[in-house]
């Protein structure tokens, strides 16, 4: 079958516009029924012609209204077909989106709409109302439409810059925390995207694509790189489906699989575990219709029984959105190692270093953190182009001429690369990076905490969970009752993952000669703690909904 001229295909929109031509009656995306139920009555179906028309389309009112280089759109529009659809009409025009986790709080909100400087917020209808107290909340004059009000498209502020979209221009900005507070801005062009694409069709072995014959099924949001980047690119790029679901649902997971016609399934780690819980069933092997499966983060205990009684691979991999797929590592050929954390063997274009905490190289068989870089003139050869306002940020990150990741891993005798822990202070709880640093700053906002530090500990089903150490001014009394205020504080100002699943109230934390928490220790006496239950368990509070009051602590 003829392959797409990637010479042609210079931004994500053309790269569909490309596929379109080819595999033009081929469906592109499907949401299944249970899937779109909350605001349709049936599953929604485009081919990938259907696609291209609605995306010229929208294109029509956006640029009558001056949208085009140098501006961005902010998309909440959770994992419905319209994402796909405004995300590619507006990148055909030079526009970047900036992706909205509509489970964020309005502060969380409004931070991403003023740092990232919108011009426009497109919203489902549902979550309208909270878009606009956002921006008002960060104190913006930001227009906000339902996806279906283009009609009513104000003129965009500023006109936009001269010239047409190449493969530099910004595509996306993707939001990520990290070990500094507040997320940072990944400005991500389209050569990143294309990149992607271009990578997964090609990768072949125990990941193989036929063009024009895959049906991709995943539950990750549009507002990661793993959904916009990797699934929805990779099937761009060989005319394959995306069968998006609004997010995994554990009772009828395997019911999507099937009636979908899924033929490779994306995960995160915690979605083995929660199938495996489920009761065995005869039919529960899918060797004969999943290739594969793609994601990260599995329990290495889970890895082979899960193969084992579903029939299909986990092809486990690594990247962070810093390093796209450019810095991708992927352990899709044998020997896998299943149930050692092992992630593949880095790519012959892909240049690595594991390193001390001074900076040394490590010696062999020891572990160290990852750094990376491709080979050749351009070391970011598909990894972002950098923090938004945040040149520090980004000169730290990208030091010495590597990306320095964060993650320690070792490397095997065979070079396969294996995670061992997190160096800086995230915690990545069911696929969701948790900044340490910005639950303890909501934390500590309490004027009856004195010190708190907010360290990940291991979580059987979600990897791991939050867990706060607190140090209370001396006159507070602690109680179960304390530990419930300042769960409530930190429900209601961050998304719900971020709220700590455990607090322990201590008399003192180690600290070092400066002062500063030792963080290493704490993580260790955070275990110790939880294995004496000498802790609080919050777990069962943690919903996606939040409270509709808490009182301020």
């Known amino acids: 079958m003829e392959q797409i001229d990637d010479n ?37 179906d485009l081919s990938y012609g259907q696609a291209q028309q609605q995306i010229l389309a929208l294109q029509t009112p956006y640029r009558s209204a001056g949208y085009g280089l140098g501006h961005r759109v902010a998309l909440l529009l959770e994992n419905r077909a319209e994402y796909f659809l405004h995300w590619f009409a507006l990148n055909g025009l030079g ?37 606009q107290a956002a921006a008002a909340a960060a104190g913006l004059s930001l227009p906000v439409l339902v996806h279906s009000e283009l009609s009513r498209l104000p ?16 595509c996306a900005l993707l939001y ?30 125990l990941c193989a694509l036929e063009p024009g014959v895959e049906r991709l099924i995943t539950p990750l949001p549009m507002v990661h790189m793993n959904a916009m980047a990797a699934s929805t690119m990779g099937m761009v790029m060989t005319g394959g489906c995306v069968i998006q679901l609004d997010r995994f649902h554990p009772s009828s997971w395997w019911h999507s699989v099937r009636e979908s016609g899924a033929t490779v399934l994306h995960y995160l ?70 149930g050692s954390s092992c992630f593949g063997r880095p790519v012959d274009n892909l240049e690595y270093r594991l390193v001390d905490e001074a900076g040394n190289d490590v010696a062999a068989g020891e572990h160290g953190e990852l750094l990376i870089r491709a080979k050749g003139n351009n070391p970011w050869a598909g990894f972002f182009s950098g923090y938004l306002k945040n040149e520090a940020a980004t000169t730290e990150a990208l030091a010495d001429g590597w990306l320095h990741t964060g993650d320690v891993v070792r490397v095997g005798p065979d070079g396969a690369m294996h995670f061992v822990d997190r160096r800086k202070n995230v915690i990545r709880r069911s696929g969701e990076n948790i900044s340490a640093l910005e639950v303890e700053a909501t934390l500590s906002e309490c004027e009856l905490v004195d010190n708190v530090v907010v360290t990940p500990v291991p979580d059987e089903i979600r990897g791991d969970e939050v867990f706060a150490a607190v140090v209370l001014k001396t ?41 500063k928490p030792q ?32 009182e301020t602590p």
């Open 95 to 131: 526009v970047s989106v900036v992706p909205i986790n509509g489970e964020m709080s309005c502060e969380e909100m409004a931070y991403l709409l003023q740092h990232s400087e919108s011009c426009l917020a497109i919203s489902v209808a549902e979550k309208k109302t909270a878009m």
């Open 269 to 338: 780690g915690v979605m083995p575990a929660m199938l495996l819980n489920a009761e065995e069933s005869t039919g529960d092997d899918f060797s004969g219709q999943i290739k594969f499966a793609f994601g990260a983060g599995v329990n290495p205990k889970h890895h082979a029984p899960f193969e084992v009684r579903f029939g299909f691979p986990l092809i486990e991999a690594w990247a962070m959105t810093e390093s796209g797929i450019g810095g991708a590592v992927i352990a899709n050929r044998e020997p896998r190692h299943v």
């Open 475 to 515: 006159d507070c009394a602690q109680s179960p009752e304390l530990a419930d205020r300042l769960f409530d504080h930190c429900y209601r100002a961050l998304a719900y993952y971020k709220a700590p699943g455990y607090i322990t109230f201590v008399s003192a934390l180690p600290l070092t000669a400066s002062g």
């Open 519 to 550: 963080r290493g220790e704490i993580k260790k006496l955070a275990v110790t703690w939880l294995e004496q239950g000498d802790c609080i368990d919050l777990r069962s509070r943690k919903r996606k909904q939040h409270i509709a009051s808490a």
């Open 8 to 44: 042609l295909s210079i931004t994500a929109f053309a790269a569909f516009m490309a596929s379109a031509e080819r595999w033009s009656e081929h469906p592109f995306l499907h949401i299944p029924a249970t899937a779109a139920r909350a605001y349709s009555d049936s599953a929604v």
């Open 176 to 205: 990520t925390s990290g070990s500094t507070g507040k997320p940072k801005g990944c400005i991500l062009n389209n050569d990143y995207f294309l990149y992607a694409g271009r990578w997964y069709r090609d990768l072949g072995g």
């Open 155 to 170: 003129a965009p502020p500023q006109p936009a810059d001269a010239g047409e979209p190449d493969t530099q221009t910004e």
